[in-house]
């Protein structure tokens, strides 16, 4: 069974969803972003659920860099392995989908890296929003690229801003 909850957050509300086995979903949730829902999910804190909600806030506040937690992410192996990657982007760092296709060992991946980026369901903790375009322009991010920024400007990292985000 998964369990999922919605919490409140310096950052806005965030849906996490759990299994006995981990995290399966972290993603930003608002009127306009709503958690993607599975059928079976129901809604209900579990330990895992408040642990990933507590050191969220912490990461927000300033004060972790690096998550402890438990995770299922649901995906092919291909898409595991680009997550696996992500996870090795270190806190304040960026990456471009050449890199990260590169560090897999395959730059021909590039869109299929993109895409795989775009199918992580685990914000933040599978850090995602460190990849951005060759240029050090944000491109997409399911949380949008306001929050993209938002997230990379806490962690110091580097990157251009578009006017339509200042």
Known sequence: MISY???????????????DEGIVALEFHSAERPMRLEKDWQRQ???????????LEEYF?????????PLNPRGTDFQRRVWDELLRIP???TRSYREQAEALGNLKAIRAVA????????AVVIPCHRVI????????????????????????AGFVQQNQLL
Request: glycine share 18%; no cysteine; aromatic share 8%.
């Open 91 to 93: 806190y304040g760092n």
């Open 45 to 55: 804190s579990t330990a895992q659920t408040d642990l990933a909600a507590r050191q």
């Open 115 to 122: 895409r795989a980026n775009g199918a992580n369901r685990i």
């Open 133 to 156: 375009g060759a240029d050090g322009s944000l491109t997409g991010y399911a949380g949008g690229l306001e929050m993209k920024a938002r997230l990379l400007t806490l962690e110091g």
């Open 5 to 19: 909850e919605i919490y409140s957050t310096g950052f806005g509300e965030v849906g996490i969803a759990a299994d």
């Open 61 to 69: 506040a300033g004060g972790r860099r690096d998550f402890e937690l």
